[in-house]
DNA sequence: ATCGGTACCTGCACGC
DNA sequence: TGCGTGCAGGTACCGA
């Protein structure tokens, strides 16, 4: 039996999902924002009439993803800068709810924030906050030579390693323990010790892990959905996460669940060796 | 610089 | 039925 929901392990906005979002509401640039509107001072880094005075006349440049945040390109090289924490939401029209945290309002349509946990941020800044810049590489462009580079200096657990944003920028929980399995990785693998061989594995999992899961349109557990509200479909493809007790879809053996950086960590005992 | 731990926050399932 | 408790995990921040 393959479980495809549990409300209790709820997914979170990863690289694929951010992808996603931000393809979604691409149609969205060349559009000026009329005004601004924000409710929760929480989700905020700034002042919240600032941020609206920043905001207010500008146009929509372009739209891209940096890790996992979503940045707005806007006119005189300012930026609107969304990170979608756990449970954020960046979605085109619809009504504002109990979560509505910030609107932006368009000359057609409106850009709406939605975030029940209040885990994510939007900022308005001149060029790319520090915070973006300091990111490390994109995880689907970086060499694997510069992947094993930066590797080498690394002694935490691997998969501490691979969510850790200044290593690579975008992995986080449910594709660090999906990489760590299609390479074959037991997570408590110390980053520095892994032989070449295997670096090279890792690296390739990664790359295809988020390929697929971006092709699905994300991982939808119970609260992602992209900007029009549809949810992705890698969820499907999951082959340890959340499938503590299921049998391992190479050997059979039991998912098993410990804990690592204080994360759920989900693997193959037998098929990811340390 | 790197590492491990903690705080933040809400909605749920669960048990009594 | 209803309420308290534990759990989920992004980033920021702390001390070592």
Redesign the pocket.
């Known amino acids: 039996m393959v479980t495809i929901s549990c409300?209790?392990?709820?997914n979170?906005p990863?690289l694929p999902e951010v992808e996603t979002v931000v393809r979604s509401i691409a149609r969205i640039v060349g559009r000026r924002i009329v005004s601004a509107e924000f409710t929760c001072a929480?989700i905020l880094r700034g002042d919240p009439d600032q941020m609206s005075a920043m905001l207010a006349g500008r146009r929509i440049r372009a739209i891209r993803r940096r890790?996992?945040f979503i940045v707005i390109e806007l006119d005189a090289g300012h930026c609107l800068v969304v990170?979608l924490?756990?449970t954020g939401k960046l979605l085109l029209g619809g009504t504002p709810g109990?979560?509505t945290h910030a609107i932006v309002n368009l000359d057609r349509g409106v850009l709406r924030y939605e975030d029940?946990?209040?885990?994510g941020?939007i900022e308005v800044s001149r060029g790319l906050p520090a915070?973006v810049e300091k990111l490390g590489p994109e995880p689907l462009e970086i060499t694997l030579a510069e992947f094993a580079a930066r590797l080498k200096?690394?002694?935490?657990?691997i998969k501490?390693?691979l969510?850790?944003?200044?290593f690579v920028?975008g992995v986080?929980?449910?594709y660090a323990d999906e990489a760590l399995f299609r390479a074959g990785i037991h997570p408590l693998a110390i980053?520095?010790r892994l032989r070449l061989e295997r670096v090279k594995r890792l690296h390739h999992a990664i790359v295809e892990v988020l390929t697929q899961a971006i092709e699905k349109g994300g991982s939808s557990i119970s609260d992602y959905v992209d900007a029009e509200g549809r949810r992705g479909f890698f969820q499907f493809e999951h082959r340890v996460y959340q499938r503590t007790g299921e049998p391992c879809v190479n050997c059979g053996a039991p998912i098993r669940?410990t804990?690592v950086?204080?994360?759920?960590t989900h693997y193959c005992a037998k098929c990811q060796r340390r």
Do not use: W, Y
């Open positions: 409300s209790k392990c709820r979170v990863e929480r890790g996992k990170h924490g756990m109990r979560h029940p946990r209040q885990f941020k915070r200096g690394r002694k935490a657990r501490s390693v969510l850790d944003q200044h920028g986080g929980n449910i980053g520095a669940r804990l950086a204080q994360r759920g």
